[in-house]
């Protein structure tokens, strides 16, 4: 037990390193990004041109590829061997290609209306370039779609470097056509750039497919057992995926109203600010999680599978309840230090700080809620969350149309952040149902990381509205370091369960 637990937490570390560096290299991409394009036209263009291929992948498959797979495919593992499972990874792999070019087609040819649909208060001009650099972009798309097969083999066998690695290699392309080619290519190179990208995290995770037993036959079974189930389990699975990219689509088209259609801009910096700094634990959390849980469930242990989502969930919530509020409070002076250069202003930092500043609020439920659907998934049991997804998705429609034609702009992120949380809420309270996933015990401890949490954001506050540093950098360094040593001190002298814990073992040892 021992061994493997510090198995878990060797990958883990490993995993946070490399998502960090990928996150990293993708917060440069965004910074020289808004440095050559700032809130332009041709930013507007290339922001809605590449929202549409994976907005259109979300819908179609979003979660699916990974979701629908893992499960079937460690149970077929664990109960019927290796040649098997192989067999249905082949199968589903056939799947996965079929479908994602027939979407590339149908985005090729319909790219107008979609965009118009996506974006319809841009002007004209505007449109038609998106319209364009869309057709480029639309083969994205497929090689998503293989990227995530690999992946969902990899993770599978417990292998989570590369997979992480992935978005670490795209953002590289990005960052070299940046330094290299951006001012001679503009936009349209931008676009050939991302979908070498997306190529290449396919590419890179082919050889170790291989290895592991993968190979690839132009088969298609839509009659097989397996695949059947997979399919049966797509459409609920789907749906539950669908709040993300519902919330962006619905998000974008209300941007499109505001500055001339400039605040799209602003919204995708601050949404992809957002998800850089979220990503790299939960995107390490819940990826470890998921194999695991569906290995638990295929092998019987469904209590020691909700025990360890429970667990996780509290942990993570250690994480971010705190990062939330020290996001919330250093919002502007985060943007300003990440993208006021170049073609990016103060105005356009202080519009983008504000949608972060909200966004900011959704972490910890963010978190939760990726937690809960990955057990749901790994239990097989895809009706609730669902159900959850699709009347958060409804909160979120009545949610954004109210909020933004009472208070305007900053609806957008207010009625995002509220509709993550009904999410999360909903998913919990059904999971509940069959038994609690945190008990008192955890509640009090949860209760004394909001605590400390708090007390670090009065600390942040009073020091942010005090000291004065010109440099942003500096301040968002000093005032985190600050707010870090002051939950982390409050958080040990209130001594939850896990520091309890721990104390014990290194008095023991």
Known sequence: MQKAGKQIAGTAILMVFVTLLSKVLGMLRDILLAQNFGTSMDAVAYEAASRLPITLFDFALGGVVTAAFIPIFNELMVKEG??????????????????????SVCGIVFSSPLISFLAPEIDGDVKALAASLSRVMFPMIIFTGIAYCFVGILQSFEKYTLPAIMSLVSNLVMVLYFYTLSDR???????????????????IQAPAAHRLGF?????????????????????????????????????????????????????????????????????VATNLLFPRLSRAEAGGDRDGAKKFAGSSIKILLYIMIPLSIGIFLLAEPITRAIYMRGEFTAQDAAMTASVLRLFAVGIPFMSANEVLTKLYFAMQRVKAPMIASLAAIACNIVLVTVLVNTIGFDGIGIASSLTIAICAALNYVFLSKDGALLCRRDRI??????????????????LHAHIHIGSDILRVLLLGGIGVAVYGIVLLLLSPTEIRSFMKRENHD
Not at 190 to 197: D, P, W, Y
Request: proline share 2%.
């Open 215 to 283: 190979r690839f036959k132009p088969t298609l079974r839509l009659g097989d057992t397996h695949i059947r189930r997979a399919l049966k389990m797509a459409v609920p699975i789907l749906v539950c995926s669908w709040l993300q990219p519902v919330c962006n689509v619905i998000n974008t088209r209300y941007a499109s109203g505001f500055e001339g259609g400039s605040a799209i801009t602003m919204v995708s910096y601050a949404n992809r600010l957002y998800i850089i700094i979220v990503g790299v634990f939960s995107f």
């Open 445 to 462: 401890d949860l209760a004394k990381s909001l605590l400390a949490a708090a007390a670090m954001g009065v600390c942040v506050y009073l």
């Open 185 to 203: 290519y503009g936009v349209w190179g931008l676009s050939v750039a991302l979908v070498i990208g997306w190529f290449l995290q396919a590419a």
């Open 82 to 103: 290796r040649e098997r499972a192989f067999a249905f990874a082949n199968r589903y792999f056939n799947l996965i290609l079929y479908i994602t070019l027939g979407i």
